[in-house]
């Protein structure tokens, strides 16, 4: 019993520090754009972030439906001065061009059931 505990409790922590091998490498591989000086800069590269994934999202039919509602009112609170506001809404468009775009390629090819022939 002891014996099979110390192997459980090995394995565990042998797959624990694989999953941290491999983030660390993955977070590594992946470079940041650098960060804007001031509000109004930061949201123009969020909101040009969030227009490319609307588009990337789009050129697979997988564009969400209020992708472009969000964006208008990013932009209005933009023009307000409300640049904090505005940059939330322009990375929850960036969230969801992304998921859209996910969404659409993990559903490629899958089609309807059978029993709506």
Known sequence: MKNRLL???????VLGLAGCAGTSETASMVKA?????TPAA???QVLA???AARKKAASVDGEWRDI???LK?????AKKGDYEKAIKLAEYARFQGDMGYQQAISQKGIGNPDYFY
């Open 49 to 51: 972030a969030a227009k």
């Open 33 to 37: 754009a650098p960060v804007a000086s």
């Open 73 to 77: 009112k990013a932009e209005g609170a």
């Open 7 to 13: 192997l459980l409790t090995s394995l565990v922590f």
């Open 68 to 70: 472009g509602k969000i």
């Open 42 to 44: 930061r949201f123009q």
